[in-house]
């Protein structure tokens, strides 16, 4: 007897296993099928939006083409038509002065125009440099749009651009100045208070001092400022999405470099950063940081391009937590069956078998326990995190979801 019940538990032990061992291969198939469905679905979307952002750049170009085109014939029709009054003004100007002249000989008119040219060559050189100076102060001229750009180039890298739609979206291309580098000292020779000026043709016998080298300043950086976006955060999610799949490797981060979650909602005005780690070449060349700070607010958005000191990194796992908080299957045990979702008044009625290895759930180490019911079925799959923690598996939903002790 005692042997055929150690033949049954044993027979209902490998049924057990078996069973696990299809559930996990199932859920395998299921998660690699979703995984390439979701790339598969990301690339169209991202095909689609390049398609279009093509269009409008392209139709954007001509626009700009026949734009410029007008404003140089209007401004060498205005040349031409001052030229031709200021000249009209001029030869006004002699006839006046040739009345009290007009016995003179026809050799000596012909040398008081010929005088009269340079001077007029003169007067519309100098109106057109108080024109183009604007009286005499220099004005900067206002930033010209760029066609949207399909892609960023950082270190000779091209980069996924932001994808934007819509012919009323303006984009301006602007360089972004390091900061300045801290105040060196004062000059040597200057005269400190409190010192002696020595005098002169005193020679000086203390030697002269290495100039201290100077660093050289950080190039500046490439800023692009979208106008008359009708939903930049939205676009930074889809973004920040997009950037995140596996070829694209970048990541959300915090100054630091630090990987981070993506945030749930996004407000009418915040930031964003994503970064990643460029491997260096064979040669030992490269390699570094790519960086975009995205930031919304009202209809704009900008994107700063930055190749940052340091390297994307992971959070430090955590140190699992001491025996007063940490819980494991006695724990488990004690609780009611409602409290996992399952019927009955207790889980003596349950059977609980941990599985090999951890995995991470909210930067917490966690062991999986499945949970098997009277007849032997799977009941459920839960997880035991090293920050006291419980959290069940939605199957259908293939998430977990935190679960209450008490």
């Not at 598969?40 to 392209?58: D, F, G, L, P």
Request: proline share 7%; with cysteine.
């Amino acid at each position: 007897m005692k042997q055929d019940k150690a033949d049954k538990i044993i027979q209902k032990a490998e049924r057990r296993a078996a069973k696990a061992a299809k559930q996990v291969e199932v859920a395998g198939k299921k998660a690699e099928a979703a995984k390439q469905k979701q790339a598969v679905k990301a690339e169209k979307k991202a095909a689609q939006v390049a398609k279009n952002a093509e269009k409008k750049a392209a139709k954007h170009t001509k626009k700009a083409e026949q734009a410029t085109k007008k404003a140089q014939l209007a401004a060498q029709k205005a040349e031409e038509k001052k030229a031709k009054a200021l000249a009209k003004t001029a030869a006004k100007a002699v006839e006046g002065g040739e009345d009290g002249a007009a016995t003179k000989k026809k050799k000596g008119k012909k040398k008081l125009i010929l005088l009269a040219v340079p001077v007029l060559a003169a007067a519309i050189g100098v109106g057109a440099f108080f024109f183009l100076k604007g009286g005499g102060e220099e004005e900067e001229a206002p930033p010209e749009p760029i066609p949207i750009p399909m892609d960023y180039v950082l270190d000779e890298i091209h980069i996924t651009a932001l994808p934007v739609n819509g012919g009323e979206v303006l984009v301006y291309q602007e360089e972004v100045l390091p900061e300045p580098l801290p105040e060196q000292a004062k000059d040597s020779g200057e005269e400190k208070e409190g010192e002696a000026v020595p005098a002169e043709g005193a020679e000086d016998t203390a030697g002269e001092e290495e100039a201290p080298a100077v660093e050289e300043a950080p190039p500046p950086k490439t800023l692009y400022r979208y106008e008359g976006l009708k939903n930049p955060a939205g676009l930074v999610t889809a973004y920040a999405a997009l950037m995140a799949t596996e070829d694209a490797g970048f990541s959300v981060v915090d100054e630091t470099l630090l990987r981070i979650d993506l945030p749930e909602e996004f407000g009418p005005s915040g930031t964003l950063q994503i970064a990643r780690n460029i491997p260096k070449a064979e040669d030992g060349t490269g390699g570094g940081v790519h960086s975009l700070l995205l930031s919304w607010e009202g209809n704009n958005c900008t994107v700063l391009l930055d190749t940052p000191e340091g390297r994307v990194h992971d959070p430090k796992p955590e140190t699992p937590a001491t025996g007063g908080t940490r819980r494991g299957l006695s724990d488990l045990e004690a609780l009611h069956p409602s409290k996992l979702g399952l019927p009955g008044e207790s889980m003596e009625d349950y059977e609980m078998i941990p599985q090999e290895g951890s995995v991470r759930i909210a930067n917490s180490i966690c062991v999986r326990v499945n949970i098997y019911g009277p007849d032997g079925q799977h009941a459920g799959s839960y997880f035991l995190s090293s920050d006291g923690k419980l959290y069940k598996l939605d199957d259908e939903a293939n998430a977990v979801v935190e679960l209450d002790w008490e």
